[in-house]
């Protein structure tokens, strides 16, 4: 791939009306503030731009608070549909779309502009960016990057859909804005949850610790993009359901895997905790169609002795038992008013927790991206792109062409590179066949394991 593409176009895209409505942003928006999320989707086919562009005002249009823009009043955290637009840029580059896909991770990989969260908290920002790339080879890349802020992946795949219907010609989906989250979630929330925050109120030290880790994340963790075929979760779950006895989801079974994997590789025998965030709408009895941040998470102790059967399993008993075991969004608002809303931005997600090594799995899969049409064309890979190069942090989505499953996992470097090495490798897969058939692109996509 060139290290320098070529900007053809460069364009701001807005739905042409603009409602004006001011949505208060609840707790879980502002604590996600400072941060910004970047998907990439890629197409065997070139794009034709001037419909993607058109399109994409018409979803605008249905969910204005992406083209918006966001305005802090003292303590308090707004977006504006004002419909200040989305800007649109699109570039040739040589090489590859294999080669772009081997790339998607990589710093400095220039396949999303990432959105600047911080700096928009003060407005003026855009809070969607989009980036088209032409790989000289064919086919299209299609980058975005969303203001966590404004709402969360099942947000952001709303717009998506929404974009994906305009341009097919189809109904687009409803989508609904909540002018104050907070005060939804009064009238929904249960009078009791689990009373355990989500996140923690971290000391100068532990502050300053973290803040270095932030600081050399890029120099000292490394991202690596694990495929899983079908039959080899298939095996997977059929080892681990008979082992614990009771049903287990895929994504059970590949969380408690790949956890227990890492801890292998890192010789780490050590009880360590599992953070999985969880999207609370279903069980808020909200529909998914609301726009925001309805997030809350299950926190699980694993102890590697157990086995990754046993993970599995409790992963599967909080899931079931979420409700009254884990949502904590009535403990996350009490926290809030116990420290006042000026002290939020000094707090730190109970998921983020390099230092003790505690895992985050953030689940992408079944949310419809590999559903997506534009132009009849649905995407070959789908992907994040290089968000956080915070350790311990990972995300799963289906893999090629909505095949099996692809998880992309931080890393320190020098744990990346023994998962890279032959007995990561094995370790790895040791539910795989040598007679799996896998998706062409998973042997021709460079860094793929």
Same mark, same amino acid.
């Given at each position: 791939? !060139? %290290?320098?593409? =070529? *900007?053809? +176009?460069?364009?701001?895209?807005? @739905?042409? #009306? &603009?409602? $004006?409505?001011? /949505? ?81 991770? !990589? %710093?400095?990989? =220039? *396949?999303? +502009?990432?959105?600047?969260?911080? @700096?928009? #908290? &003060?407005? $003026?920002?855009? /809070? ?123 994504g059970d079974v590949l969380c408690a895997h790949v956890t ?61 038992d979420f409700a009254t075991g884990h949502l904590n969004l ?83 470097a020098r744990l990346a590179a023994r998962l890279r090495g ?28």
């Open positions: 791939m !060139s %290290v320098w593409p =070529q *900007l053809r +176009d460069s364009r701001t895209v807005r @739905a042409g #009306r &603009a409602p $004006g409505t001011v /949505l208060r942003c609840g707790l879980m928006d502002t604590m996600l503030a400072d941060l910004s999320v970047s998907v990439v989707l890629f197409f065997e086919q070139t794009l034709d731009e001037d419909r993607l562009a058109a399109g994409l005002a018409r979803a605008l249009d249905r969910v204005p608070v992406f083209a918006g823009r966001l305005r802090t009043d003292g303590e308090e955290l707004t977006a504006v549909c004002d419909d200040s637009g989305v800007p649109m840029d699109s570039y040739q580059v040589d090489g590859t779309l294999a080669e772009a896909m081997g790339r998607v991770t !990589s %710093v400095g990989a =220039q *396949l999303v +502009d990432p959105v600047d969260a911080p @700096a928009a #908290r &003060a407005g $003026g920002l855009p /809070l969607l960016t989009v980036r088209i790339t032409r790989p000289s080879g064919g086919g299209t890349v299609l980058g975005c990057s969303w203001h966590h802020a404004i709402g969360d992946l099942q947000s952001f795949m709303l717009l998506l859909r929404a974009w994906s219907a305009a341009v097919e010609g189809e109904e687009l989906p409803e989508a609904e804005l909540v002018e104050d989250q907070d005060a939804l979630l009064e009238k929904v929330l249960p009078a009791e949850d689990c009373g355990r925050p989500g996140f923690r109120l971290p000391g100068p030290e532990e502050a300053a610790q973290l803040a270095r880790e932030v600081a050399s994340g890029p120099r000292a963790n490394r991202t690596v993009q694990l495929y899983f075929g079908d039959a080899e979760i298939a095996r997977m779950r059929e080892d681990f359901t008979a082992k614990v006895g009771r049903r287990l989801s895929s227990s994997v890492l801890r292998e590789l890192d010789d780490d025998r050590e009880q360590r905790w599992l953070t999985v965030p969880v999207d609370a709408r279903r069980w808020l009895g909200l529909p998914p169609a609301l726009v925001g941040n309805l997030l809350s998470e299950v926190h699980l102790p694993q102890t590697p002795q157990d086995g990754p059967a046993a993970l599995a399993g409790a992963l599967r008993a909080a899931l079931d009535r403990a996350n608002l009490g926290f809030l008013e116990a420290i006042g809303r000026a002290r939020l931005r000094d707090c730190m997600p109970l998921g983020f927790d390099p230092q003790r090594r505690r895992f985050s799995f953030s689940n992408w899969s079944r949310f419809g991206a590999y559903e997506l049409r534009f132009q009849g064309q649905r995407p070959v890979f789908f992907s994040p792109a290089a968000n956080y190069p915070l350790p311990w942090v990972s995300w799963t989505v289906e893999g090629f062409h909505g095949t099996g499953f692809l998880t992309t996992v931080v890393l320190p032959a007995g990561g490798r094995a370790a790895l897969h040791r539910f795989r066949d040598p007679a799996d058939v896998l998706p062409p692109l998973a042997a021709t996509v460079p860094k793929v394991l």
